[in-house]
């Protein structure tokens, strides 16, 4: 810890006075400046923030100047040299660090100094880096996925249905939700400096939602079911059904799940004036259900940074959004909520193992 007040009086005459001189060399001012804030009692990283450099740097001018005193720092003689590591030792080094997933620069330092004999900093460790071509940052969680060829042929046969649909037909997306009640704390723009939080709920409960949405006229059939299951699919068809009284046949694109393709859906079926078409999507395929990014809507507007005092005025957020919202301003999200669908493979990323 380096402690206040360790320079004398003419010292800090002679430091402001180059701080403040019009012609003193930019580079020479920062540290003259660096010294003065570390007599005030500013600590490194306060100055390194301000001053856009790493904290370790002003360490090093502190030591310098504690050590040779002001003509160490007075002068402006830096140049650019080699780096310390050969090309080929670079080349190693990329091509152990591709091999693996390194969360901090302690370990890539201590591969350095086992294989080529050099100490780096961990600043000039991040430089290294940096001009190598790496950056810090964290995998996305990457769902597993069906076949390229089945998510491709789905799209074709989706397309086909909609460029061939008549007009007595509609076509709908079905999933179940089921938002908890937590707070979800989401980013935004703030000032700095501010400190902004959101209170924290403490239940744990869960509404269901089990509904549906045409593209074409956003219409958004739903249920509120205790539980997510046949009965509750079975409600909601016939919900569509009876939304849409003049279709000849209504084609409902949902997902694998068990109750989907129960006993109670199967009957519901069964029956001769039954109008429902069911399309299963491809097994692991959610970026191909366009309800799953109206949920990701109704989060935005009713869950992020929003704080409920109870589960019922939670509850009452979720169904006023499903019953108002949607009518009223789908206008503003439906292009969030579309059919522009796309094949994902692991093809494109590099798979942690």
């Known amino acids: 810890m380096i402690r206040p007040g360790f320079l004398s009086v003419a010292e800090r005459i002679e430091l402001e006075a180059c701080v403040r001189r019009q012609r003193e060399d930019h580079g020479v001012a920062r540290r003259a400046n660096a010294i003065l804030l570390l007599d005030d009692g500013e600590n490194c990283s306060r100055i390194a923030k301000f001053l856009y450099l790493d904290d370790d740097t002003i360490r090093g001018w502190y030591r310098s100047y504690r050590q040779d005193g002001w003509d160490a720092l007075a002068f402006d003689g830096w140049k650019g040299g080699q780096s310390r590591m050969s090309q080929v030792q670079e080349a190693a080094l990329c091509t152990w660090l591709e091999q693996r997933f390194c969360r901090s620069t302690v370990e890539i330092r201590a591969h350095i100094r086992a294989e080529y004999d050099l100490d780096y900093s961990n600043s000039g460790c991040i430089k290294l880096l940096a001009r190598l071509g790496f950056e810090y940052r964290k995998p996305k969680p990457l769902p597993r996925v069906a076949s390229a060829q089945k998510q491709a042929a789905f799209i074709a046969l989706y397309e086909r249905l909609m460029r061939e649909l008549p007009a007595d037909e509609a076509v709908y997306f079905a999933d179940a939700a089921h938002p908890e009640y937590q707070t979800k704390p989401a980013f935004g723009w703030v000032k700095v400096g501010s400190n902004p939080a959101v209170l924290s709920t403490a239940g744990r409960g869960r509404v269901n939602i089990h509904g549906a949405v045409n593209l074409e006229t956003f219409d958004t059939p739903f249920v509120e079911p205790t539980t997510v299951d046949g009965v509750s699919a079975v ?105 522009n669908f796309r094949v994902m493979t692991h093809e494109k990323f590099r798979v942690l193992e």
């Open 235 to 339: 409600q909601l068809l016939s919900k569509i059904e009876a939304r849409n009284p003049h279709k000849r046949i209504i084609h409902v694109i949902w997902d694998n799940a068990a109750y989907h393709k129960g006993p109670d859906v199967r009957a519901f079926l069964a029956r001769a004036a039954c109008r429902i078409h069911l399309i299963q999507l491809p097994p692991y395929c959610p970026h191909l259900n366009p309800i799953e990014r109206l949920w990701a809507v109704l989060h935005q507007y009713v869950t992020h940074n929003r704080y409920y005092r109870s589960q019922k005025q939670f509850a009452e957020a979720i169904l006023a959004f499903m019953r108002e919202t949607i009518p009223q301003d789908w206008k503003k999200f439906r292009d969030r909520v579309s059919d």
